[in-house]
């Protein structure tokens, strides 16, 4: 029951939001803040709840879950299952939903309401994602996202919003449709071999399909997961987006929407198909190394201060795909702390530079320079993201991409060695970040206010979970492993 | 050839039950009369309006009557069984809607003397309602003629305005023209079968002097007459100029009751005369499902009438039902049922939008006009939204299930090539909904502010009419349970 309440009450707050705006914008944000602030308290509570069982391990089933019919003609179920995996990814989720409300509390005055609904009815989405067990479910959730998303890019994005958001809209949508098709297959090929009509993961698992129909039922739900990552050669919607977006719509979609397909390949792809995984492993990690250094190479080369960060997100979510199709527990392990951790560290870069954008009206690289004398504050913050994105030990990213090269060697060497030369590009580009914007001397003659108290406490929260999750990162670790392992025994039931 | 006349038992076999089954027809036709006297005893627009109103909800009602009988065969030329009741009953709801419309639309220029607008949509209903009921080539066409016939007057029912008066005789022409395509090959089939009726065709067909030829010609004939009405590509011609020139609430009518009325026609036809068991036949309707959801959706592109790209949106919604229709069966059958009732609820509610912002002679059409609503009236904006998300299949919306539903039979029927098309091709209709869309809450006002804001007599029909199809929108696309329950009984009931 608590599952859906996590919905409900952004769903609900979205409303409230919307409607408030009208006699008071301040009681709208607060609305919101509060919102998102009382799912995480419901998600932490839930993590402490059952951290005995987080950390017994062992069990195979849900830490929580609740069941209602919902389309009985169809054998669809409003069915919301929690596991250690989709309790992080919360805990994420909400997290970053309260500080990209925080951080937009002053970059948007038009239209605040509206504003507001969409962002909590994205929230909502993902949320449902992240539990969804039945497939039907998950697909109304995944394409719940896409809508509010699209409004937020198109109404308070920069220049060239209405590209940017028609472009994000087309491909998720087109690859999302093909993953319908593929749930849809799945759904009657079940029936075929059992007789019975569902949408119901756990079912689904048992389902015995021929090779050939695994691989391409496989592929439909692979286009949608590449294209929301997005692997190397579908991500030209990302640049765009991301760089149009307002800063809650970049932090979201960085540090939450491309989460969701990582998500999916994890929950779904390995453990439905997980014989055409199998095969299909090289490819996909040919395309999430490709993924790291041309990602690494692109950032290097943009000017745009959110463009440079769009693309490293490439990179990084290169390193989730190594992770998840190496598939082993080292590897997927380092691919879910590269997941929270891109999310914490690039989230707060987009923060950073929609701060910065307030301040000076530009994301021009060439036009920033010699700001750590006027906004030390800020400036020691870019930093330090920076540092955090390139893989700094002490730093959550780091733990996790030396975990997922560590499980990617033991089976691909090969490509273990050319994702570390992304680490190494990863340099290039954060250093140049920093140089570019920071140091030097103030050519431009920027007079700018320093970080705010609010600003302070976005980032000095971000900072200090990117430094625990990279001090101590065994409850995050402890927390995935019985899921890793109920996953895992999914797959071998298959062999 | 056998010479069985086919009208011989009429006259003695009229019996009380046939009566009742026939309860629905005959209060129809007696609405048009009444509507009809009521007018030359005292011309008032409202009288004739609530006259109509109460006459069709009468006939709603008297379906429950007739379905104590159901299934009865009336004569051999009208089957009432739950089929027919069912798609009566949404015939009955759409045009009511349409009433509404209309009225509201009207009120606003009595001068157009709308009374006798009643009278036509009244005996369009009885039409409708015959073609559903049919299942003899005899009443087939006797329905199309009642409907046409009373469309052509209402197309043309501005007739002080060019546009709707070349509307209304290019319909006249290409619809005269199509139903005497249709007349011969009806000619043709009974030529050499020897029958009319649906239910006797493949035992006549099978018979070893049938010449294939011959029946092949007539079918084709056939499909030209049925696909002219469904705005089926290559017969879709008149659609848009139609749709733009008529008043926007008959447009309303002209793309749901009239389409709806056919598609429910062939889906029995081809039910009873088993013609999809050929494989030619099969072919025949996936070339015109693909070239309806390619030119429907591409062809929208192109335009820049709202009303214009509904209709090219109608005609891809056309080719998505024949998808379903292909699958065969109860799938089938269902599916078409669902998406009918999901596709009258949006497109009367689209149309509807465009009612409220038009007058009669100004109907507001062209997207320049829509930009900016969404800051002018965000009520009618956000109507407007949930009505081209739902024609573009998006979750929350009635759309996004029909969809899904379509997607699922021909998935089910192995139809590939089909679904791919559509998947293709839905994904390139986003792109013009979208436009719609973000002109809708564009920040630049369009240089004609649409419509006065009317606090004008009538508006309240608006109002409800619109109000009570985004609920059933919206409502159908969270919980579809209710109207599928209903589907499932009317297949049961008559399988």
């Known amino acids: ?495 | 050839m056998r010479s069985k006349a086919p009208f011989k038992c009429i006259g003695d076999s009229m019996m009380l039950q046939d009566l009742v089954a026939l309860l629905p027809l005959v209060v129809i036709a007696a609405t048009s009369i009444v509507v009809m006297l009521s007018i030359a005893i005292r011309r008032s627009h409202n009288l004739a309006a609530a006259v109509t109103v109460l006459g069709l909800c009468g006939a709603f009602a008297s379906l429950f009557v007739a379905e104590s009988s159901a299934p009865h065969k009336v004569t051999p030329l009208l089957l009432i069984d739950s089929t027919a009741l069912f798609y009566t009953g949404l015939i009955l709801a759409g045009c009511i809607a349409v009433t509404f419309l209309c009225y509201g639309y009207f009120k606003r220029q009595e001068s157009s003397r709308p009374e006798e607008l009643y009278v036509l949509i009244a005996i369009a209903a009885l039409g409708s309602a015959t073609l559903v009921s049919a299942i003899h080539f005899a009443s087939l066409f006797l329905g199309l003629e009642i409907l046409s016939v009373a469309l052509y007057g209402l197309v043309s029912y501005e007739r002080d305005l060019k546009v709707s008066v070349e509307a209304g005789v290019k319909y006249l022409v290409l619809a005269a023209a199509s139903a005497s395509f249709l007349l011969f090959g009806m000619a043709l089939a009974y030529f050499e079968l020897g029958t009319m009726e649906f239910g006797k065709i493949p035992g006549a067909a099978a018979r070893p002097d049938v010449q294939p030829v011959v029946l092949a010609v007539g079918g084709v004939l056939i499909l030209v007459g049925i696909g002219f009405k469904l705005a089926l590509v290559p017969f879709h011609m008149w659609t848009p100029d139609v749709y733009e020139g008529a008043p926007a609430p008959v447009t309303a009518f002209v793309a749901t009751v009239s389409k709806g009325a056919m598609f429910a026609l062939l889906l029995r036809y081809v039910d009873q005369s088993g013609a999809l068991n050929s494989s030619a036949v099969l072919l025949v309707f996936s070339i015109i499902a693909v070239a309806s959801m390619f030119a429907g959706n591409l062809l929208a592109l192109l335009q820049s009438n709202v009303k214009r790209i509904l209709a090219y949106s109608s005609i891809a919604h056309l080719g998505y039902l024949i998808v379903a229709f292909e699958a065969g069966g109860d799938m089938a059958r269902f599916a078409v049922a669902f998406y009918l009732v999901a596709y009258f609820a949006t497109m009367l509610g689209a149309f509807g939008v465009v009612t409220i912002l038009s007058t009669p002679g100004n109907d507001i059409g062209d997207l320049a006009s829509y930009r900016g609503l969404f800051w002018r009236r965000p009520v009618i904006a956000g109507v407007f939204t949930v009505m081209l998300l739902s024609l573009a299949g998006m979750p929350l919306t009635a759309g996004f299930i029909g969809k899904f539903y379509v997607v699922a039979a021909g998935a089910s029927a192995l139809l590939w090539v089909l679904v791919f098309s559509l998947v293709i091709t839905s994904a390139i209709g986003l792109f013009y909904y979208l436009r719609i869309i973000v002109a809708l809450y564009s920040h630049q006002e369009g240089p004609v502010a649409a419509s006065p804001r009317s606090r004008q007599e009538g508006s309240f029909s608006f109002a409800w009419t619109v109000g009570v199809l985004t609920v059933a929108v919206i409502a159908i696309g969270c919980y579809p349970s209710p109207v599928l329950r209903l589907i499932q009984n009317m297949i049961t009931g008559s399988g």
């Open chain 1, 1 to 495: 029951m608590i599952l859906a309440w996590l919905i409900v009450i952004l769903l609900a707050a979205g409303i409230v939001a919307a409607v408030a705006a009208r006699w008071s914008v301040a009681f709208t944000r607060w609305v919101s803040l509060a919102a998102t602030l009382l799912d995480f308290a419901l998600v932490v509570l839930l993590w402490v709840h059952h951290a005995g069982e987080v950390t017994a391990g062992a069990s195979g089933t849900w830490l929580e879950q609740m069941d209602w019919t919902w389309i009985p003609e169809f054998g669809i179920h409003f069915h919301l299952a929690l596991d250690g995996l989709s309790l992080l990814l919360l805990a994420l989720t909400f997290f970053l939903g309260a500080l990209s409300i925080l951080a937009s509390w002053t970059e948007i005055n038009e239209s605040v309401g509206f504003f507001h609904l969409n962002v909590l009815w994205i929230l909502a989405g993902i949320t449902g994602v992240f539990l969804a067990v039945d497939l039907f479910l998950f697909y109304f959730a995944w394409e719940l996202m896409l809508v509010p998303m699209y409004f937020l890019i198109a109404l308070w994005g920069h220049e060239r919003r209405i590209y940017a958001a028609i472009k994000f809209f087309l491909f998720t949508q087109l690859s999302g449709l093909l993953m319908l098709v593929a749930i849809l297959s799945l759904y009657f090929l079940h029936h075929q071999t059992t007789g019975q009509y569902t949408f119901e993961y756990e079912e689904l698992l048992n389902t015995s399909l021929s090779a050939r129909s695994a691989l391409w039922i496989m592929l439909g739900f692979f286009a949608a997961f590449a294209v929301k990552l997005p692997l190397f050669p579908f991500h030209t919607w990302l640049p765009d987006a991301h760089t149009e977006a307002p800063t809650a719509g970049s932090v979201i979609l960085a540090g939450l929407l491309l989460k969701t397909g990582a998500y999916g390949m994890i929950r779904f792809i390995v453990p439905l198909f997980p014989g055409a995984a199998r095969e299909f492993a090289p490819v996909a990690m040919a395309l999430g190394a490709v993924g790291i250094i041309y990602g690494a190479v692109l950032a290097f080369a943009q000017n745009d201060m959110k463009r440079l960060v769009a693309y490293t997100s490439v990179s990084h979510l290169g390193f989730v795909v190594l992770g998840v199709f190496s598939w082993n527990e080292l590897a997927l392990q380092g691919a879910v702390m590269t997941m929270l951790c891109h999310g914490i560290s690039t989230g707060a870069l987009f923060i950073l530079t929609g701060a910065l954008q307030e301040r000076i009206h530009t994301r021009e690289l060439g036009r920033m320079g010699g700001l750590w004398a006027i906004a030390p504050r800020l400036s020691g913050a870019g930093l330090y993201f920076a540092l955090a994105s390139l893989g700094l030990p002490g730093l959550g990213d780091f733990i996790g991409e030396f975990l997922v090269l560590l499980g990617t060697y033991r089976d691909h060497p090969m490509l273990a060695i050319v994702a570390s030369v992304g680490v190494l590009a990863a340099t290039f580009y954060a250093l140049r970040l920093v140089q570019c914007a920071f140091h030097g001397p103030n050519s431009h003659g920027w007079s700018i206010p320093d970080l705010v108290p609010r600003e302070i406490a976005i980032i000095g929260l971000m900072a200090g979970s990117l430094l625990w999750l990279g001090l101590n990162p065994q409850p995050v670790l402890n927390t995935f492993s019985p899921a890793f392992h109920a996953l895992q025994s999914a797959v071998q039931m298959h062999r």
